[in-house]
């Protein structure tokens, strides 16, 4: 449960966003430090190890974001699935009515008919 309110609790902006799949396309790409600041603060990144100690111009993407990409391609496909059967489920409903009136209302008129006589 923990995980999932911490990958709630991230919310990346556009350049985030693209940031860290250019961190993803190419680790030795050097950046700045207060434009990846906030994705190292999520734990989606990871300063490069180096002999010296840690590198923190060059990142890696931190095992945290496999469970994070994951998290919100499992939201996403939800979401898609709730807003996707609603209306089909309505249509099919509606349907039906419509196609149960339309039969059903030349019988009761000649019901009413024939019982008024």
Known sequence: MERKEQCE???LTK???E?????????????NQDDVWQLYLYGLIRPMETEKGLNMHHFHIADFYDTYRDYRREKRKNQFFESLWLPIAVSVVTNLAINGLQWLWPLLVQWCASSHQ
Do not use: A, F, G, Y
């Open 9 to 11: 609790r991230i919310v």
């Open 15 to 17: 350049k985030e966003k």
């Open 19 to 31: 940031l860290l799949k250019q961190i993803q396309k190419n680790p030795d790409m050097k950046c």
